[in-house]
Nanobody, 119 residues
Framework: QGQLVESGGGLVQAGGSLRLSCALPRSIFSVFITNIMSWYRQAPGKQRELVASITGGHSTNYTDSVKGRFTISRDNSKKTAYLQMNSLKPDDTAVYYC??????????WGRGTQVTVSS
């Protein structure tokens, strides 16, 4: 924890959009392009689930429930990953966590950002 800085969560109506950002502080030495960046979410009473992931070469993977609505991207020059969320549904309400896996396979988590979608 503490090695990733998330922003962009909030309250939005169903059908709306939000963009989450996840930055690796410059003070943290890591070859960002070798890191796999991911977004997870955890709703109350549910297990944390993988939402989307992206490699340094921009290969992406999504969980079925968000395909066609969410887009994960990254800017390696800014050491930042993004999650663009469109057509949000109340079921998307959760705490969203950014995670990175470095070249040695170690995983680091952000503190999480709340996303609330009202109906």
């Amino acid at each position: 924890q503490g090695q990733l800085v998330e922003s962009g969560g909030g309250l939005v109506q169903a059908g709306g959009s939000l963009r989450l950002s996840c930055a690796l502080p410059r003070s943290i030495f890591s070859v960002f392009i070798t890191n796999i960046m991911s977004w997870y979410r955890q709703a109350p009473g549910k297990q944390r689930e993988l939402v989307a992931s992206i490699t340094g070469g921009h290969s992406t993977n999504y969980t079925d429930s968000v395909k066609g609505r969410f887009t994960i991207s990254r800017d390696n020059s800014k050491k930042t990953a993004y999650l663009q969320m469109n057509s949000l549904k109340p079921d998307d309400t959760a705490v969203y966590y950014c995670a990175r896996v470095d070249a040695e396979g170690r995983i680091y988590w952000g503190r999480g950002t709340q996303v609330t979608v009202s109906s």
